[in-house]
């Protein structure tokens, strides 16, 4: 699993200093760069009043289109871009080594993503997405468990027409946070389904009596465990597979991942695999620019992110592989 | 009396009726259900009973020293299977063995060879599986028995119950001795 922060650190600190530099530097010249978008518009202003009160009006139109090319290519240039080379050489040179670190050495993707085949694969999201980003992929094997983990966006659009009867797209998210998939540590045919509660929650028995008449092809799992049973609701092609995967153990732990990530999560247990999706309002693993990489505090956050993400086959217990399957 | 109110009274009568009838099929729903749910019991076990044989002549050789333990599981597991043991009997010794197999697990720790023997290893594997299976269809028929009491004890289902003497059914429950933790010194004393 992964290794103590205090071990780590010693191993990354010529690469900090290095990137450290360079953010230095570049943060430099983003800082250059609003110098100028702030002289270009305090400049451009100025002359256009003058040029105006001269009556010199043919020459604002140059006055302006230089001030806003200018200022384009500050932004593209000395602030936009900056960013970015940073985020990449952050992503490369401090997270990138502390996934290798991990099991039999995750590999990182900060351009990447869970493959759609596994989003679809999950059951758990309706409709179909009509587009799918996300980033910050990790993949490998943990212990004895495959799990491929990334950042996702998923949207579908709707189109209508407005009153002047022009075609209007608007894009809804389905999902937005972290996605895992894991290899499940006992083997099972069905589909289990278990998602946040919000009916009994709100509405007590009268929300249990609401889930019990869900249209929908899986029937309702009830619980023996109260405080699982007032968190989520399960749902089942077989109860008694649903009791196989959702042992007391099991739905204890769920119940920590859950109160670990402070989200409403949801589980999808199908063909021996289980899909969590944890949705987050953050971005996970993006450097502040402005903040120095020789503040441990700071360092540590990005690290309990990993350990936040990889270390959910620990907390429920995916490498205890005792029940025939390796 | 007028038609409307011979009407009426058809009516109320059609609509008792119905409810009548929805009543007595949501019971005797709940009554089918736990016996499909004892059913699902007791093919797991079977599955169990047919492991043991294997599991005991595998460890016999290395195991001498737990010449009683393997003994008694295998009477537990003769009387479990036997024909002329009543469901009483079947059932008490199919409790009986889920402790004495937990002290086979502990036991078979202390031999190292059992450990590297990949068949053995194999076959507890597959009974680890078929115990958590059991453990998992004894929850889903306690569950459907909860329903059914449920359905026994409460108005307006109480009524029906009674009309039709439903009596109550009993969970499945292990036996005390085996919801005692085991004490590994006296294993191994």
């Known amino acids: ?326 | 009396m007028d038609v409307p109110t011979v009407a009426l009274i058809v009516v109320i009568g059609l609509a008792g009726a119905l409810v009548w009838a929805s009543l007595y099929n949501t019971v005797v729903g709940r009554r089918n259900a736990v016996d499909n749910a004892f059913s699902s019991i007791d093919v797991m076990l079977k599955r169990r009973t047919d492991l043991i044989p294997n599991l005991v002549a595998s460890v016999k050789q290395y195991m001498r020293h737990e010449a009683s333990l393997l003994e008694r599981i295998t009477s537990l597991r003769n009387t479990a299977v036997s024909p002329v043991s009543t469901s009483e009997q079947r059932f008490q010794a199919e409790g009986l063995l889920f402790g004495a197999l937990g002290h086979l697990r502990i036991a078979m720790d202390a031999y190292p060879n059992l450990r590297a023997n990949d068949h053995i290893q194999q076959l507890q594997a597959v009974l680890y599986e078929t115990e958590e299976q059991i453990s998992a269809a004894r929850r889903a028929f306690n569950a459907t028995v909860l329903d059914y009491n449920n359905a026994v004890d409460m108005f307006p289902y109480k009524v029906i119950a009674n009309m039709n003497n439903f009596q109550r059914r009993a969970y499945f429950e292990i036996p005390e001795a085996d919801r005692q933790n085991v004490d590994v010194g006296k294993l191994f004393a």
């Open chain 1, 1 to 326: 699993m992964l290794r103590p922060f205090h071990a780590i650190l010693p191993e990354l600190r010529r690469e900090l200093a290095d990137l450290e530099r360079l953010r230095a530097a570049l943060y430099q010249k983003v800082i250059h760069g609003w110098l100028k978008v702030a002289g270009s518009v305090v400049i451009g202003g100025a002359l256009t009043a003058m040029c105006l009160w001269l009556k010199w009006g043919v020459v604002v139109p140059f006055i302006l289109i230089s001030a806003v090319w200018t200022i384009a290519s500050a932004w593209t240039s000395d602030i936009v871009a900056p960013r970015a080379t940073y985020v990449v050489e952050f992503k490369r040179r401090f997270i990138a080594p502390i996934a290798q670190s991990i099991g039999d050495g995750l590999r990182y993707a900060p351009n990447r993503m869970v493959f759609p085949k596994l989003y679809a694969a999950s059951a758990i999201f309706q409709p179909s997405p009509d587009r799918y980003g996300g980033e910050d992929r990790l993949e490998g094997v943990i212990g004895k468990t495959y799990v491929q983990m990334s950042e996702l966006h998923t949207e579908y659009k709707t189109t209508s027409k407005d009153s002047k009867g022009r075609k209007r797209t608007t894009w809804h998210t389905i999902f937005k946070g972290l996605f895992i998939h894991a290899d499940f540590h006992k083997n099972f045919h069905g589909h289990t389904l278990v998602r946040p509660d919000f009916a009994e929650r709100t509405f007590g028995i009268l929300g249990r009596a609401i889930q019990k008449r869900s249209p929908g092809g899986n029937r309702l799992v009830q619980l023996e465990d109260p405080e699982f049973e007032r968190e989520f609701v399960v749902n089942a092609t077989d109860q008694i597979e649903a009791r196989y995967i959702l042992t007391p153990n099991m739905m204890r732990r769920m119940l920590e991942v859950r109160r670990k990530f402070n989200a409403p999560v949801t589980f999808s247990f199908i063909h021996s695999s289980l899909f969590i999706a944890v949705p987050l309002d953050r971005n996970l693993f993006e450097p502040r620019f402005g903040t120095s990489l020789f503040d441990e505090q700071y360092l540590r956050g990005y690290y309990e992110q990993i350990n936040s993400c990889v270390g959910i086959v620990e907390a429920l217990g995916l490498n205890v592989r005792i029940w025939g399957k390796e």
